[in-house]
């Protein structure tokens, strides 16, 4: 499969879009002032324990406290609590650290307020970006992604993808990592590690202890809240997470991202540097590469399929309900059984991009159209668990109701994506009413007066509808067009556009170019 990624940088926000096979399947936005995004790791104070809920409020310095149950604090919490107390400046840090005993982990079925207090001071990881009105999800179980490597501080184990099959290999790394891996740290190895030589893993790896330690004068100050450190910049993130050897260009519009790109990319995956490119058209790169028409054709409430069908996407605070409409189609030959079938596992391809496209989390309900075969129920259902195999956020499918319902549930990390992709009407501007049409040909004279007069320009086109169009030629001499052009000395060519509304009109000069009233 070919990807492509599309790096659209503006001043308020950078926007992602991956295309795959030219299609639009994800699309990731950063607003460039944004805070409290998933992976940054605070220096936090406890402001409220819920022994009812065995859970606390926490104070990261958002406006919405922040929610940390007690599962989430992590079996190692109390050497973490033991470095927050007691490290100072005056300490030599790295000995403090890894002299720390880890000890036994906490118990699962314990209480948040025989660990936490109010005012307490935790180190936290923001795995939930802040939804609705609710405030962030905290883990007190810190860790530090990186391409090939996450590094688990107060760990003790060393942990292997399972897509990588060949134990040699894992033998190969587990004992790799084990040989460099220093005193009270632990080790995720991604899938991304799997033939990854030692200096390759090592250099991440001392990569990623840096970014930890240098976080500790931050803890020792003990100004509460505090930003410890942040998850690299989203445009890293997707491509630390995508980038394999199927992607086929990586287009940037600004030259400092394109240099953070191409340098990455150079760190982890050298024979990849070649495909970052520098976009220097005239034209949006959006726009150059169909995705703006995609987005607006993506993202509205129906999304259309093929041959007459359609989807109906709905959003509440408790859930995403996606209706599934096999809409005008209709096929000679064919039973309804058939036809039902096809629309619905044409819908299924749909949804599945759907929800990548707009991160849809949570629950999600898909009512699919009735089918009688339980054959067919089984293989829309299969189609489904295939179609989501490939996406990285967690989910579970579980089969059709009786009633003919899918429910999802898929893992929310932050708010679903939600364009607007509905254009205020030209004529009402939004607010439902239009001036009346009985005075349009004076609307329109007061237009042209101002013109000639105030701007001295003497020739025209006006691009009108059809049957405004002839209103204004209505009469061969005396036509209101013909009286405009003697009155103010200049001339005026009348344009159609059947696309335009009853009283929709546009002053162009001789070029066809828009006159702009200021």
């Not at 926490?58 to 007690?70: L, R």
């Not at 330690?213 to 450190?229: G, M, N, T």
Request: charged share 30%; aromatic share 8%.
């Amino acid at each position: 499969m070919e990807k492509d990624l599309i790096i659209d940088v503006e001043s308020a926000e950078v926007q992602i879009a991956l295309l795959e096979n030219h299609r639009l399947a994800e699309l990731n936005k950063e607003k460039n002032d944004s805070s409290y995004l998933v992976g940054d790791v605070y220096l936090g104070k406890v402001k409220k324990v819920m022994p009812a809920l065995n859970a606390a409020f926490v104070d990261i310095g958002d406006s919405k406290e922040a929610f940390m149950h007690y599962l989430d604090l992590g079996l190692n919490f109390r050497a973490f609590d033991t470095f927050v107390r007691q490290m100072n400046p005056n300490r030599d840090a790295k000995s403090f650290f890894s002299g720390i005993k880890i000890g036994e982990p906490l118990e699962k079925e314990g209480r948040i307020n025989d660990v936490l207090q109010p005012g307490q001071p935790v180190i936290v990881q923001i795995v939930k970006e802040p939804i609705s009105t609710k405030g962030s999800r905290l883990t007190a179980e810190i860790s530090l992604a990186g391409r090939n490597l996450v590094l688990l501080p107060f760990a003790k184990s060393v942990n292997i993808s399972q897509k990588i099959t060949s134990k040699e290999e894992r033998r190969r790394l587990e004992r790799l990592i084990y040989s460099i891996l220093p005193k009270n740290y632990g080790v995720i190895i991604r899938t991304a590690a799997e033939g990854k030589r030692a200096v390759v893993l090592d250099t991440e790896l001392k990569s990623l202890i840096r970014k930890w330690e240098d976080s500790w004068p931050k803890v020792a100050k003990r100004k509460i809240p505090d930003l410890l450190f942040s998850e690299t910049s989203k445009t890293i993130v997707v491509l630390r997470d995508l980038l394999n050897d199927s992607f086929s260009n990586i287009y940037v519009n600004d030259e400092s991202v394109f240099r953070e790109v191409k340098e990455y990319i150079s760190t982890i995956s050298p024979e990849l540097e070649k495909i970052v490119k520098l976009y220097k058209g005239g034209e949006p790169i959006f726009d150059r590469f169909d995705v703006t028409r995609q987005i607006k054709g993506s993202f509205g409430k129906i999304v259309p399929l093929k041959q007459g069908a359609y989807i109906v996407i709905e959003h509440t605070e408790a859930l995403n309900v996606v209706d599934v409409n096999s809409g005008i189609r209709a096929k000679n030959g064919i039973s309804q059984e058939e036809n039902s079938f096809t629309v619905n596992m044409n819908a299924a391809d749909e949804i599945a991009r759907q929800m990548r496209l707009r991160d849809l989390g949570g629950i999600v309900i898909v009512d699919f159209i009735d089918m009688d075969s339980p054959d067919n129920r089984n293989k829309l259902f299969r189609h489904m668990q295939d179609l989501l195999s490939t996406d990285r956020a967690k989910h579970n499918v579980l089969p059709l109701s009786k009633f003919g319902l899918m429910q999802i549930t898929r893992q929310r990390v932050r708010p679903a994506t939600e364009i607007n992709v509905n254009e205020k009407c030209p004529m009402c501007h939004g607010t439902g009413e239009i001036a009346p049409s009985i005075v349009i040909d004076k609307t329109l004279e007061r237009q042209l007066a101002y013109y000639v007069k105030e701007k001295k320009i003497k020739s025209f086109i006006l691009e009108t509808n059809p049957l405004l169009e002839a209103y204004l030629n209505k009469g061969f001499l005396d036509s209101i067009r013909k009286k405009w052009c003697r009155k103010y000395s200049c001339r005026i060519k009348l344009k159609v556009n059947s696309e335009y509304a009853l009283l929709q009109t546009e002053w162009l000069n001789p070029s066809g170019e828009k006159i702009e009233e200021e």
